[in-house]
């Protein structure tokens, strides 16, 4: 499975942007999906995972203001980031996490969210 993501760009401080990850396959059966960040010299963490259920987790930092959901006929998952911070800078990539092992699937091209203040 190949793994592309967009909509990134350049936003202010407080805006919104949707991102989208589109899978060269079907996903229906992948039970769980999720959107990385990796900003730079850090290194890449996960920020929001969605299941087959679209039971949704977000990591701590980005609490209140991501969601991610999923769209199994387009084979896309979204991450819509509302009230960006500076620290939400990062080049954002899918994946399906596979718990303390890597995720399943090789990295594909990410795109690169920019939150000026």
């Known amino acids: 499975v190949q793994l592309q993501a967009s909509g990134g760009g350049l936003v202010q401080a407080g805006g919104s942007l949707r991102l989208s990850c589109t899978a060269s396959r079907s996903i229906f059966n992948i039970d769980l999906m999720g959107w990385y960040r990796q900003a730079p010299g850090k290194q890449r963490e996960l920020v929001a995972s969605?299941?087959?259920?679209?039971?949704?987790h977000v990591a701590d930092s980005v609490k209140g203001r991501f969601t991610i959901s999923r769209d199994d006929a387009k084979n896309t998952v979204y991450l819509q980031m509302n009230n960006l911070k500076p620290g939400d800078t990062a080049v954002y990539y899918c994946n399906a996490p596979m718990g303390n092992w890597p995720p399943k699937f090789s990295w594909g091209r990410g795109t690169l969210v920019t939150v000026s203040s």
């Open positions: 969605i299941t087959s259920a679209s039971t949704t």
